[in-house]
């Protein structure tokens, strides 16, 4: 088997825009599923509303497309109803921290063996480029279009402090690491919580300066610093620019888990 | 192996262009019949996966493949394989 074969090809190409950063995650999510040796009748895929919730529609398993931000209240009930499923959701920065907020922290405190890929294009993507709270200070979007006047949310920090197994965050353009990252996360008993920065080139990028799609991969590439690095330059007193974005894995440890098989 | 472009589900966003070492990927020139300009391959045996992936029995790279949002790059096998002396620069 390979990634190809847990595509479903009369579905292909998918309706994502050109350049559209959820696809490449796909592969990534895909690769590390494989890697796992999962079989296809014990993976569940669930997903709420978004652009990155149409992703498993593209993947040839069980999989099941909730309401709105309600994704992880589904695959919880998939997981403790049936212990054996593998479940892996699929969920985006406005289904997750705006609509589905409660359930997140909750899912992180009960701390259900399920992994979660959040895919971020700091905007709501598929209802026309709204700001959504992930949105970064002074980022244009249709509702802020003077920049945003609010601090983004950390979905990151928040995790950790709500008590996940398995944080990590990485973007779309470290794809070998964001695949390891994922690979961890299943492996990982627990919530394991994977977030991904993505390009959004029709509604994020074309108002933020980014004309191109290579520009805001460049973007990703140029303003990503490590946790570790980061931790080092606190310590020697160092100030961090603003703008830069954390990346790496910021937490793994074993609190007791719920929904793990015996 | 052979490097290859599936131009149906291409969409022509250019992100090879920026990822791969060698530099195989060139933006394309001329719209094909859906109106995408499918990168071009430039003297694609010099990738690493074509020319090592059976000695060394696994992907190597492979980044173009992982970064391709339309799944549309893959490696197809050719049925005779012919040896080629390949220049690499770097």
């Known amino acids: 088997m390979s990634e190809e074969d847990w595509l479903r090809q009369d579905r292909l190409p998918h309706i994502f825009c050109a350049g559209c950063g959820n696809g490449t995650v796909i592969n990534c999510t895909l690769s590390a599923v494989e890697q796992m040796g999962w079989k296809r009748q014990e993976t569940v895929f669930v997903s709420g509303i978004g652009c990155s919730s149409r992703a498993p529609g593209y993947i040839s398993t069980d999989s099941l497309h909730t309401t709105h931000g309600r994704a992880l209240a589904f695959a919880t009930g998939i997981k403790l109803a049936n212990p054996q499923l593998n479940i892996v959701v699929f969920t985006g920065d406005g289904d997750l921290a705006a609509i589905g907020g409660n359930h997140f922290i909750h899912a992180c405190r009960r701390n259900i063996d399920l992994t979660v890929v959040c895919l971020n294009n700091m905007i709501y993507g598929m209802t026309g480029g709204q700001g959504s709270p992930t949105t970064p200070m002074g980022g244009l979007s249709t509702t802020t279009p003077y920049g945003s006047g609010e601090p983004a949310f950390d979905l990151c920090g928040l995790a950790t402090a709500a008590g996940a197994n398995y944080v990590a965050r990485w973007t779309s353009y470290h794809v070998r690491e964001l695949t390891r990252a994922i690979l961890t996360g299943l492996e990982n008993p627990g919530f394991s919580f994977v977030e991904s920065l993505v390009q959004c080139p029709t509604n994020y990028g074309r108002r933020n300066r980014f004309k191109q799609v290579a520009d805001q991969i460049e973007y990703f590439k140029s303003h990503t610093i490590l946790v570790e690095k980061a931790a080092r330059m606190r310590e020697k007193g160092e100030m961090i620019p603003p703008d830069m974005i954390l990346a790496g894995e910021f937490v793994r440890r074993n609190r007791p888990a719920l929904g793990v098989r015996p | ?90």
């Open chain 2, 1 to 90: 192996m052979r490097l290859q472009i599936d131009e149906r589900r291409c969409k022509g966003c250019n992100l090879c262009t920026l990822v791969c070492p060698y530099r195989i990927f060139k933006p394309g020139k001329r719209a094909n019949r859906r109106g995408i300009v499918v990168p071009e391959l430039d003297r694609p045996e010099r990738c690493a996966n074509c020319r090592l992936r059976h000695l060394y029995g696994r992907t190597l790279c492979g980044t173009c493949q992982m970064i391709c949002p339309d799944q549309a790059i893959s490696w197809k096998e050719d049925e005779d394989p012919v040896p080629k002396k390949v220049a690499i620069e770097y």
